[in-house]
């Protein structure tokens, strides 16, 4: 059986309250992830109704994390090992900075998987950085 993850449904609550989408859009939403096995997110842009930014934005919000336009705000380039290519397409996430010799990090998906995940490639001196879009300006 399909469930949809507390971070999702959370997020799903916050965009309903600030009016980025309609009650019964995030409920067709539901209904739609569950019959599909996908995210509300891959939903709500499917069908048009959210831009991917409004949504990393919310994610951002509710995780307490700030949001980052990679765009506007690149990663450190140092911090990036093009052998981790893969790594970071994988799993959504690469080393953003670093602030006292912590890395922060960038992720479309934050979380305990992402964490856990991170904290087994860069060590427990982690912490996140926020939320981040990339998505290229044509689809905003």
């Given at each position: ?10 997020v ?27 995210s ?7 069908r ?44 959504l ?48």
């Amino acid at each position: 059986m399909f469930t949809h993850s507390e971070s999702d449904l959370g997020v799903g609550d916050l965009l309903v309250r600030y009016g980025a989408i309609r009650p019964d859009q995030f409920e067709e939403a539901l209904e739609l992830a569950t019959r599909w096995q996908v995210s509300i997110s891959d939903v709500l842009m499917s069908r048009w109704w959210l831009r991917a930014e409004v949504y990393s934005r919310a994610v951002a919000a509710y995780h307490g994390l700030r949001f980052v336009r990679m765009r506007d705000e690149p990663a450190d380039a140092e911090l990036l090992n093009p052998e981790d290519i893969d790594f970071y397409l994988q799993n959504l996430i690469i080393p953003w900075g670093t602030v006292n010799g912590r890395v922060q990090l960038a992720t479309t998906s934050p979380g305990p998987k992402t964490l856990l995940t991170a904290r087994a490639k860069w060590g427990s001196s982690l912490f996140h950085v926020g939320s981040v879009s990339s998505t290229p300006p044509a689809m905003r």
